[in-house]
């Protein structure tokens, strides 16, 4: 009865670590996205962070287009414009910014850019591994 009494416990220890264990493989984050936006020339697209995340993370606009990235949350951020690389987990593990586009995300404090020359734009918060997106602009 001893043994029964200790081995249960152990048991249900075991299974509730591996219940809570996650082994998600490595995947490609762009494939993983269904947020997307679509914008006409001239309008503007808004980009809200929340939960350490940019929403929409993924979108096109044609060019002339103003997006303005907003704090939603009371974190410190970055919208960062340039080329990164990804871990296995999904985090980034290098990233170079290409000036274009640098400026720090606070509440209360949006930020904008008009993207006027078509072409792919990846973004990130360079202080947060996990905030990728993509700007695509049409002409």
């Not at 593990?93 to 993207?115: A, I, N």
């Not at 947060?128 to 602009?137: D, E, P, Y």
């Amino acid at each position: 009865m001893r043994k029964f009494v200790l081995i249960v416990p152990f048991c249900v220890s075991v299974l509730a670590f591996t219940a809570c264990s996650s082994s998600k493989d490595s995947e490609d984050p762009s494939s993983s996205r269904t947020d997307s936006v679509s914008q006409q020339a001239g309008d503007s697209s808004t980009v809200t962070t929340k939960l350490l995340e940019f929403s929409p993370e993924d979108f096109t606009v044609k060019a002339g287009t103003t997006v303005a990235w907003k704090a939603g949350d009371n974190i410190g951020h970055t919208v960062t414009t340039g080329t990164f690389s990804l871990s296995g987990n999904g985090l980034r593990s290098e990233e170079e910014p290409d000036g274009k586009v640098d400026m720090p995300l606070q509440k209360g404090k949006d930020v904008s850019f008009t993207f006027s020359e078509p072409g792919t734009y990846t973004y990130y918060c360079s202080i947060h591994k996990g905030m990728n997106g993509k700007v695509i602009v049409t002409p």
